[in-house]
C-alpha cells in the first residue's frame, strides 16, 4: 500500500522565522511529488518534482527531492503570517497519475 | 484564471437523506477526481475519471456512493443514504490527464455535515 508521511505534524513559529517541512514516502511507480497550501479551503498547488536534486523556488518557498533516500522537503524562508496554513504533500503514481496524500503539516506563524 | 467550480459549499443533511454533489473541472481538462478529506487528514481519492469513463473507484463506497460523468465534461457525486460519519469535506480536482499535464488543481470543496 502507497503511504506518504509528513513531519512535524505542527508548529508554531515568529515571523521572519524558517521552517521546514518533511515528507518521505513509499510507493510503487512513482511519479511525481507534489506540495499543496491548504488554508479554510481547498488545497493550492505550490510545486511538483519528479527529478532528485533540482532546486523548485517561487518567492520565498523552496523544495527539493531526493529519489534515493524517497523524501522532499519544502522550505518557507522569512515566514509571514500568511503563510499559517496546512501544507499538504502528495505522492503521484504511474498507475493513472493518482495522488496519494500525506496527513499534512499545520503551520502557525505568530507576529 | 480558470478554476474547478463545485456546489453547493456547505450542506447540512439529516442521516439516511440523500445527498448530490456536483463539480466543473477546468475546461479542457480530461481527467476529474473525487476526493473526500476528514477533519486532520489528507484528502484521500474516492474516484478518478478519464474523460467519462471511470479509471479508479477501488476506494469508493459503493454500496452507498456513485458518481458519474456523463458527457466526460462536469460530474456529480451522490450518496445515498448519508451516514454520520460521510460528515468531511468533499474535493473535486482535474488536471490536463493522458501525458499533458499530471498537476491537479482543487475546487473549493464542499463541506458536508450529516447529522
Known amino acids: 500500500e502507497d503511504k506518504v508521511v509528513q513531519s512535524p505534524l505542527s508548529l508554531v513559529v515568529h515571523e521572519g522565522d524558517t521552517v521546514t517541512l518533511n515528507c518521505s514516502y513509499e510507493?510503487?511507480?512513482?511519479?511525481?511529488l507534489l506540495w499543496y497550501k491548504q488554508e479554510k479551503k481547498a488545497p493550492t498547488f505550490l510545486f511538483m518534482l519528479t527529478s532528485s536534486g533540482i532546486e523548485k523556488k517561487s518567492g520565498r518557498l523552496s523544495s527539493i527531492l531526493d529519489k534515493k533516500e524517497l523524501f522532499s522537503i519544502l522550505n518557507i524562508t522569512a515566514t509571514q503570517t500568511g503563510d499559517s496554513a496546512i501544507y499538504l504533500c502528495?505522492?503521484?503514481?504511474?498507475?493513472?497519475?493518482?495522488?496519494?496524500f500525506g496527513g499534512g503539516t499545520r503551520v502557525l506563524v505568530k507576529p | 484564471e480558470a478554476e474547478v467550480a463545485q456546489s453547493p459549499r456547505y450542506k447540512i443533511t439529516e442521516k439516511s437523506q440523500a445527498v448530490a454533489f456536483w463539480c466543473d473541472p477546468i475546461?479542457?481538462?480530461?481527467?476529474l477526481y473525487w476526493y473526500r478529506q476528514i477533519l486532520g487528514q489528507g484528502p484521500e481519492l474516492l474516484v478518478q475519471?478519464?474523460?467519462?469513463?471511470?479509471?479508479?473507484d477501488s476506494q469508493l463506497p459503493k454500496d452507498r456512493f456513485s458518481a458519474e460523468r456523463l458527457k466526460g465534461v462536469d460530474s456529480t457525486l451522490k450518496i445515498q443514504p448519508a451516514e454520520l460519519g460521510d460528515s468531511a469535506m468533499y474535493l473535486c480536482?482535474?488536471?490536463?490527464?493522458?501525458?499533458?499535464?499530471?498537476?491537479?488543481?482543487f475546487g473549493p470543496g464542499t463541506r458536508l455535515l450529516v447529522l
Open positions: 502528495a505522492v503521484g503514481t504511474a498507475a493513472g497519475n493518482k495522488l496519494t
Open positions: 510507493v510503487t511507480n512513482f511519479r511525481s
Open positions: 475519471f478519464q474523460d467519462e469513463s471511470v479509471v479508479d
Open positions: 475546461s479542457g481538462h480530461a481527467t
Open positions: 480536482a482535474s488536471s490536463l490527464g493522458q501525458g499533458r499535464g499530471e498537476t491537479q488543481y
